[in-house]
């Protein structure tokens, strides 16, 4: 499975932005997918996961200001970012599991001014 991820840019503080990440295959397969970030420095860590049945999880970092969503009919998985803050830069990684096996996506990166 080949993921693309895409729409990372620079924003001002309080603005939005929306990255994609276009699946090779069903998404509608993968156990879930989900986003993670790294910022400079720092270790991976979950964003947002969306389980094949629905249920989300996001980080309490983001909660009430990033949402997930997948298109299935176009095998993407979005995640809208609202209310952006400068601590919200780092390269944000699109990620599919199905069965044992883990994906990734090159990262795209998001960086926001203060």
């Known amino acids: 499975v080949q993921l693309q991820a895409s729409g990372g840019g620079l924003v001002q503080a309080g603005g939005s932005l929306r990255v994609s990440c276009a699946a090779s295959?069903?998404?509608?397969?993968?156990?879930?997918m989900g986003w993670y970030r790294q910022a400079p420095g720092k270790q991976r860590e979950l964003v947002a996961d969306?389980?094949?049945?629905?249920?989300?999880k996001y980080a309490d970092s983001v909660k009430g200001r990033f949402a997930v969503s997948g298109d299935y009919t176009q095998n993407t998985l979005y995640l809208q970012m609202n209310s952006l803050k400068p601590e919200d830069t780092a390269v944000y990684y699109c990620?599919?599991?199905?069965?044992?096996?883990?994906?990734w996506g090159k990262g795209t990166q998001v960086t926001v001014s203060s």
């Open positions: 990620n599919a599991r199905r069965g044992v096996l883990t994906y």
């Open positions: 295959e069903s998404i509608f397969s993968m156990n879930d």
């Open positions: 969306i389980m094949r049945g629905g249920s989300i």
